[in-house]
């Protein structure tokens, strides 16, 4: 069963420091894995998704990286501001399942940034 | 606004009542999401269509839950006799063609089964 875990649950960090997100998962046959953000209350918002062949993505001030082989995935964010604050969570679309785009989600990491 | 959107936002209801809500995706996009969130957890799949077959559905989608996606546009989300349990956010989303693209969500509908 494939499951996806984030570490940490949550952190607190001054604003503008740069900082870690991560992300793994059990089972190496995913064909995507997908970035979101989702603020209190709210939907999710997509940030970046990485396809199985690609090793990274970049949007702005965030960067996400995907190895497979390790079965990790960890989310970059530099020079933090307030407006970061805000749960962040990783899915993983299962490869083997007909490819029917279902996602994985890990319990995500809450975020704040302290001005 | 061209995004996904759910009605309604928040829905309160008691114990043994029938709900139902509604999932507009983006234009042009034939794959439909549901899944359901509960507080502190990540969501969670709970069936997708491709236009307007249903071609998955999660253990978790009981037989009280049904999904439609007439004519492979909006789609309704239905809860028959709501339990305590079903209290969650329920979310939809929607992908332009393929499993491998990027879903783009809905607000969500907060349900709260009294």
């Known amino acids: 069963k494939q499951e996806v875990t984030q570490i940490p649950a949550a952190l607190s960090v001054p604003e503008g420091e740069n900082l870690v997100l991560n992300c793994s998962f059990t089972d190496s046959a995913i064909y995507n894995l997908q970035w979101f953000r989702q603020d209190p209350g709210k939907g999710l918002t997509s940030l970046l998704l990485i396809q199985s062949s690609q090793r990274e993505q970049t949007s702005g001030r965030l960067n996400a990286s995907l190895d497979k082989s390790s079965g990790r995935s960890t989310l970059y964010i530099a020079a933090s501001q307030p407006g970061d604050s805000a749960t962040y969570l990783c899915a993983g679309g299962l490869a083997g399942s007909g490819n029917t785009g279902k996602l994985i989600f890990g319990q995500g990491t809450t975020l704040q940034v302290k001005p | 606004d061209t995004g996904v959107s759910q009605d309604p936002r928040h829905k309160i209801t008691k114990r043994g009542q029938n709900v139902t809500f509604r999932c507009d995706p983006i234009s042009e996009h034939n794959r439909l999401y549901w899944y359901r969130q509960t507080l502190g957890q990540g969501p969670e799949f709970l069936t997708y269509?491709?236009?307007?077959?249903?071609?998955?559905k999660s253990r978790l989608l009981s037989d009280r839950f049904s999904a439609e996606r007439p004519k492979g546009s909006f789609s309704t989300l239905e809860i028959q006799r709501t339990e305590q349990g079903d209290s969650a956010m329920y979310l939809c989303?929607?992908?332009?063609?393929?499993?491998?693209?990027?879903?783009?969500f809905g607000p969500g509908t907060r349900l709260t089964v009294l």
């Open positions: 989303a929607s992908s332009l063609r393929t499993g491998e693209d990027t879903q783009y």
């Open positions: 269509f491709q236009n307007e077959a249903q071609l998955e």
